[in-house]
């Protein structure tokens, strides 16, 4: 099984959870550098209360595809990967979506809310410039915040790793959580920062 890693970087913006960017969705379909990624980002094309994002694709590039998701889908997929069986799950390296083998991020406690899903894949990404909340009108959708969190709830997958804050230099201000593979599902606050990097191993 490959293991490789991936380094999710956040902005170390101080707002909390939202950004004053947004995006139209005609700027937000076009690929974007990200260092060594190009990234495109397929917009949803309707409002919801919660979307869920999947990071899916190649080294070189890779697509971020926004789809809707209720409160009711994520109780159904959190009971279902409760009762996963990691010694058959473990087996599957790459998900076509947010299945057990991912690493699922969430910007509410307790797996709820928006969600974002990743699989290690030896790429590296800007938080800042992945939409998590949208506003629609007549099919065409504004992303007006961004997965820079202070807060929320993770749920390991196949990949051991560690969330990192964005304290700066001063190792002495810096938390890291490290988590297992096939870990449980955590809350987390790093308030007054915020979420920095996600290492998957």
Request: aromatic letters at 10%; proline letters at 7%.
């Amino acid at each position: 099984m490959n293991r490789g890693t991936v380094v999710l970087v956040l902005s170390s913006l101080a707002a909390c959870n939202s950004s004053p960017s947004s995006l139209d969705a005609s700027t937000v379909a076009e690929p974007a550098p990200t260092g060594p990624s190009a990234l495109t980002i397929i917009p949803p094309t309707t409002t919801s209360d919660f979307y869920q994002t999947v990071v899916s694709g190649q080294r070189g590039r890779l697509v971020v595809e926004v789809t809707p998701i209720t409160l009711a889908q994520e109780e159904i997929e959190n009971a279902a990967r409760t009762d996963r069986d990691p010694t058959i799950q473990s087996s599957i390296v790459q998900d076509a979506g947010c299945g057990n083998s991912s690493f699922w991020l969430y910007d509410q406690f307790n797996g709820t809310g928006n969600r974002i899903c990743f699989v290690a894949g030896g790429e590296s990404l800007d938080f800042a410039h992945i939409p998590r909340k949208w506003r629609c009108y007549n099919g065409q959708c504004q992303a007006y915040a961004f997965w820079n969190l202070n807060y929320g709830s993770y749920w390991p997958g196949v990949n051991a790793g560690e969330l990192t804050d964005d304290s700066g230099e001063d190792a002495s201000l810096s938390v890291t959580m490290p988590f297992p593979a096939w870990g449980p599902r955590m809350n987390f606050d790093m308030s007054p920062y915020q979420l920095r990097q996600l290492r998957l191993f």
